[in-house]
């Protein structure tokens, strides 16, 4: 059974760095592609990046300029980093098994909130 | 961008009931349509995917029609268990992502 786990920092202040780690057990995440998404209540469900195990990625135009999406195969991890947060990045952030059309396995989600 | 509009965005049924929830794209995007459930507390789940398919281990009440721009995913008979938000999700413009704003099926 494949399971996502999500952890961060749960509380960061404005302008900070958010680092997030997704670890994948029960399959490799050698040649699948995989997505991070976040919700917040204001603008629902948002796709952030995604990144194949060749190291091939892809971002959100809306978020390009501060995102980093990595993965490192040897712990079967990957990772998210959003740069200059502010209140507008407070969501609950999602890694997600990208299927290309449609995400097919998800992480239970971890809640990052941004407040000075 | 495309965007997805749902409707209703609330669906006030009993158990047993038929539910019947639509997802309008503001351009055609063939069959690339996807249904999700998400139950709070909890992360969106997989239902169906290219506009009819059902997921792994999702139950046959759960079925999705639709192409172009028009699209619906019916739950035959209301289980307890079904009463949650449902997000539809397009992603023929690839690699843009987009979601609809949900609709709640509450219990009436």
């Known amino acids: 059974q494949v399971q996502l786990q999500e952890s961060g920092p749960g509380l960061l202040k404005p302008s900070e760095t958010l680092s997030l780690t997704c670890s994948v057990s029960g399959a490799s995440i050698s040649n699948y592609y995989w997505s991070w998404i976040r919700q917040s209540p204001g603008k629902g469900l948002e796709w952030i990046a995604y990144?194949?195990?060749?190291?091939?990625?892809n971002y959100n135009p809306s978020l390009k300029s501060r995102v980093t999406i990595s993965m490192d195969t040897s712990k079967n991890q990957l990772s998210l980093k959003l740069s200059s947060v502010t209140a507008a990045d407070t969501a609950v952030y999602y890694c997600?098994?990208?299927?290309?059309?449609?995400?097919?396995?998800w992480g239970r989600g971890t809640l990052v909130t941004v407040s000075s | 961008e495309i965007v997805l509009t749902q409707s209703p965005a609330t669906l006030s049924l009993s158990p047993g009931e038929r539910a019947t929830l639509s997802c309008r794209a503001s351009?055609?995007?063939?069959?690339?349509l996807a249904w999700y459930q998400q139950k709070p507390g909890q992360a969106p789940r997989l239902l169906i995917y290219?506009?009819?398919n059902r997921a792994t281990g999702i139950p046959a009440r759960f079925s999705g029609s639709g192409s172009g721009t028009d699209f619906t995913l019916t739950i035959s008979r209301l289980e307890p268990e079904d009463f949650a938000v449902y997000y539809c999700?397009?992603?023929?413009?690839?690699?843009?992502?987009?979601f609809g704003g949900g609709t709640k099926v509450e219990v009436k």
């Open positions: 999700q397009q992603r023929s413009d690839w690699p843009s992502v987009t």
């Open positions: 290219e506009a009819s």
């Open positions: 351009h055609r995007i063939g069959s690339y």
């Open positions: 990144i194949y195990s060749s190291g091939t990625t």
């Open positions: 997600t098994r990208d299927r290309s059309l449609y995400f097919d396995l």
